[in-house]
């Protein structure tokens, strides 16, 4: 079955650190990648999102991913945190097509102390 | 546009008794999409309809949820009976048209059920 891994579960970082989250996907066939963003009391939001062309994918509030093909991983980097982008980050795999499910992996809370 | 809106945002009932949650998708949009979000399971999808036709309701966890959608601007999803392990928070998402589109969420219905 498809699956989406999120390795880092909480993440603790102080301001101007920077951030890379990890995203790994099980399914081998042409795949559309995203992330999403769940600020503290907010409903989720698009970061960025691949579906082909130039891999290293660029989003909002600074925020990029880079999908790598053969290590099937769409990370997610950003230079230098800000308190506020403390939140819950998803990252979420769908196949091509429109017929895919949307899979998404269990989420990464990120912790920027100020 | 205002979003996806969703109603109630809260809503706490006893066991046994039926819980209808509203959703009222972004106006344009062909697709609509209910989640449902736990500690343990992360997000799930739910029920994925298409010009308000049910395409994937594989996630509907068994036959006391039932989700309608009678036209393009109103969707719900109904437990009956609720039980305990019911408690979660249910997002409804909508997006242009399928999988490929971006999905946008509403706010979110948070379940309690005693």
Known sequence: ?114 | DAGVIQSPRHEVTEMGQEVTLRCKPISGHNSLFWYRQTMMRGLELLIYFNNNVPIDDSGMPEDRFSAKMPNASFSTLKIQPSEPRDSAVYFCASARQGWKDTQYFGPGTRLTVL
């Open chain 1, 1 to 114: 079955a498809q699956s989406v891994s999120q390795h880092n579960h909480h993440v603790i970082l102080s301001e101007a650190a920077s951030l890379e989250l990890g995203c790994n996907y099980s399914y081998g066939g042409t795949v559309n990648l995203f992330w999403y963003v769940q600020y503290p009391g907010q409903h989720l939001q698009l970061l960025l999102k691949y579906f082909s062309g130039d891999p290293l994918v660029k989003g909002i509030k600074g925020f990029e991913a880079e999908f790598i093909k053969s290590k099937f991983s769409f990370n997610l980097r950003k230079p230098s945190v800000q308190w506020s982008d403390t939140a819950e980050y998803f990252c979420a795999v769908t196949r091509s097509g429109n017929t895919g499910k949307l899979i998404f992996g269990q989420g990464t809370t990120l912790q920027v102390k100020p």
